[in-house]
């Protein structure tokens, strides 16, 4: 019983991604699904990128936590209009919805952007099962969480469709973090996706990472 009511509620998931998907396609709005443990430094990542893709890209954030508005108040203050999904109201899931991602995008006027970012929950196993109706995935790591996640988690690198992304780069001289090790782990398990090495704090690394989001907008 339990299987199948799991598979009754991703097919329905399913099925409200794709009609998620159309919508934003004939909006012409590219969506990036940002997935990550807590703590790796999505939200500063997302900061720092914003306020460098401005004004050539227009952008929005939907931005998932279990609860408070955190996140969302920080990225407000980038000029990029970030809605607040939290998960707590409905029994604090681990994941965004391809429904909660529908009903968040209603509150944006979707004309005027050329890019949406979701944040998804701090979860490395959940929100890699959800599709939401994105154009690509991407799944940031950052370098105090360990070289193995990829093997402990492999599905959310395995369904990672767009770019994996290597956080606090900054923070390695202080670390017993092999970096290459981690990136070959990311490798095995999805060979053909590019990955960046990132600092959120210095931006180091940021050329080639903002160079690649702009690319796949423009591509779409």
């Known amino acids: 019983m339990e299987v199948k009511i799991v598979k009754k509620v991703l097919d329905a998931n399913d099925t409200m991604a794709e009609e998620n998907r159309k919508l934003f396609r004939d909006k012409n709005v590219y969506v990036l699904n940002i997935m990550s443990s807590p703590g790796s430094g999505k939200t500063e990542t997302l900061v720092k990128s914003l306020a460098r893709l401005e004004p050539e890209l227009k952008t929005a954030v939907i931005v998932g936590d279990v609860c408070t508005t955190n996140d969302a108040d920080r990225l407000n203050v980038t000029g990029t209009h970030a809605v607040q999904v939290n998960t707590d109201e409905f029994g604090g899931d681990c994941h965004l919805a391809a429904h909660v991602i529908r009903k968040a995008a209603l509150d944006l006027d979707l004309e005027s952007i050329d890019l949406l970012i979701v944040e998804n929950i701090g979860n490395l196993v959940c929100p890699a099962e959800f599709d939401i109706g994105e154009d690509s995935r991407v799944v940031l790591l950052s370098v105090t969480e360990g070289e193995d996640k990829p093997l402990k988690y492999p599905v959310m690198f395995k369904l990672c469709s767009g770019a994996a992304v290597l956080n606090k780069v900054?923070?390695?001289?202080?670390?017993?973090?092999?970096?290459?090790?981690?990136?070959?782990?990311?490798?095995?398990?999805?060979?053909?996706?590019?990955?960046?090495?990132?600092?959120?704090?210095?931006?180091?690394?940021?050329d080639d990472w903002l160079s690649w989001i702009k690319d796949v907008v423009k591509s779409k």
Do not use: H
């Open 170 to 206: 900054d923070l390695l001289p202080y670390l017993d973090f092999n970096i290459d090790e981690a990136e070959d782990n990311i490798k095995s398990i999805n060979p053909d996706i590019p990955v960046f090495r990132i600092s959120a704090k210095t931006e180091e690394g940021f």
